[in-house]
């Protein structure tokens, strides 16, 4: 049999009775999932699994499901920012970049391409007409088959992509567990006990972002900033009159210990980009203060590999940016903070 990447689109179809246009039907999915089982993939814990989600084509309709109900011969969708779900044999793609490096330890991300590979034996990094699971795409955007899933998907990823390790449930992550909480690095329950600043960029109701500050602030002691528009900001100052407003061109023009001066107050940041956010909390880390950065996770931004320990909050995120935060809190209120935090002290 041909290697995957030496495949004609035509030779995929007919290997793999699908419908290109279509993708696979209901009733195949069904048998499929009977007769290969789940796509458990061994380099996520069985809560990341459930978490991250792909985008497919079954019965010429776009689906999103959980990648372990992903089967072979699934037509699958990449964007910016998502993980391949699968090992794919591409057959659209456009400007389409992964990073690899899991793999092949190239520095910059493969540019990829559609083109099959009329060769029997060719290195990982040279098969551009292939995304493997566990990857991320850096940049544009494609479609592919899945020819390998589960313990059949190219190994070579599994050794480094998720930070969760095997390890006894601590008090701290047993409340996180109850709460809906995954855990994505086992050291987060640890570290929530050293933190004292809190950034919040996700959206907040005005009340609950005055709960917050009433259970974590006041109650806890916690400095809480929140990541606003400049209308809100000013709306809520009218409630907390102390509270000191810093916008982004105040940011980028200061050095770090005006930085440091400023945030004592501090309770809203406005019309700030992320690198005057990346600016803000390098700064305070330097000076030893321990920060929990909570988001959406829907843009790309490098403050949550960056903070001390970073939150996902919702269902939105970016795959790329679930893999590099330390809790994951998809179907948790918003004001999930407050819990997690509670007792701490």
Same mark, same amino acid.
């Given at each position: 049999?041909?290697?995957?990447?030496?495949?004609?689109?035509?030779?995929?179809?007919?290997?793999?009775?699908?419908?290109?246009?279509?993708?696979?039907?209901?009733?195949?999915?069904?048998?499929?999932?009977?007769?290969?089982?789940?796509?458990?993939?061994?380099?996520?814990?069985?809560?990341?699994?459930?978490?991250?989600?792909?985008?497919?084509?079954?019965?010429?309709?776009?689906?999103?499901?959980?990648?372990?109900?992903?089967?072979?011969? !699934?037509? =699958?969708?990449? /964007?910016?920012?998502? &993980?391949?779900?699968?090992? $794919?044999?591409?057959?659209?793609?456009? *400007? #389409? %970049?992964?990073?690899?490096?899991?793999?092949?330890?190239?520095?910059?991300?493969?540019?990829?391409?559609?083109?099959?590979?009329?060769?029997?034996?060719?290195?990982?990094?040279?098969?551009?007409?292939?995304?493997?699971?566990?990857?991320?795409?850096?940049?544009?955007?494609?479609?592919?088959?899945?020819?390998?899933?589960?313990?059949?998907?190219?190994?070579?990823?599994?050794?480094?992509?998720?930070?969760?390790?095997?390890?006894?449930?601590?008090?701290?992550?047993?409340?996180?567990?109850?709460?809906?909480?995954?855990?994505?690095?086992?050291?987060?329950?640890?570290?929530?006990?050293?933190? !004292?600043? =809190?950034?919040? /960029?996700?959206?907040? &109701?005005?009340?609950?972002? $005055?709960?917050?500050?009433?259970?974590? *602030? #006041? %109650?806890?002691?916690?400095?809480?900033?929140?990541?606003?528009?400049?209308?809100?900001?000013?709306?809520?100052?009218?409630?907390?009159?102390?509270?000191?407003?810093?916008?982004?061109?105040?940011?980028?023009?200061?050095?770090?210990?005006?930085?440091?001066?400023?945030?004592?107050?501090?309770?809203?940041?406005?019309?700030?980009?992320?690198?005057?956010?990346?600016?803000?909390?390098?700064?305070?880390?330097?000076?030893?203060?321990?920060?929990?950065?909570?988001?959406?996770?829907?843009?790309?931004?490098?403050?949550?590999?960056?903070?001390?320990?970073?939150?996902?909050?919702?269902?939105?995120?970016?795959?790329?940016?679930?893999?590099?935060?330390?809790?994951?809190?998809?179907?948790?209120?918003?004001?999930?903070?407050?819990?997690?935090?509670?007792?701490?002290?």
């Amino acid at each position: 049999m041909k290697a995957w990447y030496a495949m004609t689109d035509k030779e995929l179809a007919n290997f793999f009775d699908v419908d290109m246009s279509k993708g696979l039907s209901g009733q195949s999915v069904i048998a499929r999932l009977d007769k290969f089982g789940l796509n458990n993939d061994p380099s996520l814990s069985h809560e990341m699994q459930e978490i991250y989600k792909a985008w497919v084509k079954r019965d010429g309709r776009i689906e999103c499901i959980a990648i372990k109900y992903i089967v072979p011969g !699934d037509i =699958v969708l990449l /964007d910016t920012g998502s &993980r391949v779900p699968a090992d $794919l044999r591409l057959l659209h793609v456009h *400007q #389409l %970049g992964i990073d690899q490096s899991l793999i092949t330890g190239e520095a910059l991300p493969a540019t990829k391409s559609t083109f099959a590979i009329d060769n029997s034996q060719v290195p990982i990094e040279k098969q551009n007409c292939m995304a493997f699971a566990g990857t991320y795409v850096t940049r544009g955007s494609g479609w592919g088959i899945v020819v390998n899933h589960a313990d059949k998907m190219q190994k070579s990823y599994q050794k480094a992509d998720s930070k969760t390790k095997k390890n006894p449930l601590n008090l701290t992550a047993n409340r996180l567990k109850r709460l809906g909480i995954a855990i994505n690095n086992k050291n987060a329950p640890k570290l929530l006990n050293d933190i !004292d600043f =809190v950034y919040i /960029d996700y959206f907040l &109701r005005s009340e609950d972002m $005055l709960e917050v500050i009433r259970k974590v *602030q #006041l %109650g806890l002691g916690i400095n809480c900033v929140f990541m606003v528009s400049e209308d809100i900001a000013l709306n809520l100052k009218k409630e907390l009159p102390s509270a000191q407003i810093y916008c982004g061109k105040e940011i980028a023009n200061h050095v770090p210990k005006q930085i440091l001066s400023v945030m004592v107050d501090t309770q809203f940041i406005s019309n700030a980009n992320y690198i005057d956010i990346l600016k803000v909390v390098s700064t305070l880390q330097q000076h030893g203060s321990k920060i929990l950065w909570l988001s959406d996770g829907k843009n790309s931004s490098q403050v949550v590999g960056v903070a001390t320990l970073s939150m996902i909050v919702g269902s939105i995120a970016r795959d790329d940016n679930l893999n590099k935060a330390d809790l994951i809190a998809v179907n948790s209120r918003p004001i999930v903070v407050a819990s997690i935090l509670h007792n701490k002290k």
